[in-house]
């Protein structure tokens, strides 16, 4: 497989449930991020991961947790989540983390689109 | 102030026209933009980043960077059906004291190209 696959591409669940969603890269990037999309909203960047660790914690609530136990994978936890955490969960990943001497460009994975009911 | 701003459109073009698609941002001290691609029910995907001032053509696609006026566009000439989709603007945002740069999204705008 090529690129940044996510799995799964749809997660329907309740608010009392528990899943993850998974990302791989394929790419050899050092920096995988993710973000959430809403409609009519922009991209809002939820967490960053450098080499394994985190280095962005975009004031997301708690109910949900990552996980980067290496370089080419990313998860995100969810646990009783709320209808309005409904949204497309995007996953990213880059040659390198972005710092001030530059920026790098974001490859998506499809997205996994998740209802909470 | 939005730190980063698009028209949310649509915006209309025939085919064959060119489409202008504009993004303003509000930190002075961006050094980095970049224009994605988003078809309904897909992932963004890039079309191309632009770093100093004035254009930069990759086929059919010319970014436009005016950093002076805090504005990059995007113009697609000869449109075709197949690029109606909506357009992210992105620029990279001074983190402050975190010491990085964020990329920050505008909310797009879609593009409706007419056969």
């Known amino acids: 497989e090529t690129g940044v696959t996510q799995t799964p591409r749809h997660l329907v669940m309740g608010m009392t449930n528990k899943k993850s969603l998974k990302c791989e890269q394929h790419l050899g990037h050092n920096a995988m991020y993710w973000y959430k999309q809403s409609a009519k909203k922009p991209l809002e960047l939820m967490f960053v991961?450098?080499?394994?660790?985190?280095?962005e914690n975009n004031s997301v609530p708690s109910r949900f947790s990552p996980e980067c136990p290496n370089s080419s994978h990313l998860f995100l936890h969810l646990h009783t989540l709320q209808p309005e955490d409904s949204a497309l969960y995007l996953c990213?990943?880059?040659?390198?983390?972005?710092?001030?001497?530059?920026?790098?460009?974001?490859?998506f994975g499809a997205g996994s689109r998740l209802t909470v009911l | 102030q939005k730190e980063v701003e698009q028209n949310s459109g649509p915006l209309s073009v025939p085919e064959g026209a060119i489409a202008s698609l504009n993004c303003t941002y509000s930190d002075r001290g961006s050094q980095s933009f970049f224009w994605y691609r988003q078809y309904s029910g897909k992932s963004p995907e890039l079309i191309m980043f632009?770093?100093?001032?004035g254009d930069k053509e990759d086929g059919r696609f010319t970014a436009q960077l005016n950093k002076a006026s805090q504005y990059v566009s995007l113009l697609i000439r000869d449109s075709q059906p197949s690029d109606s989709a909506t357009y992210l603007c992105?620029?990279?945002?001074?983190?402050?004291?975190?010491?990085?740069?964020?990329?920050?999204f505008g909310t797009g705008t879609r593009l409706l190209v007419s056969p």
């Open positions: 632009i770093y100093s001032n």
């Open positions: 990213a990943s880059s040659q390198e983390f972005m710092t001030g001497s530059g920026a790098n460009v974001l490859t």
């Open positions: 992105a620029v990279n945002i001074d983190g402050g004291n975190t010491g990085f740069q964020k990329l920050v």
């Open positions: 991961y450098s080499l394994e660790e985190r280095v």
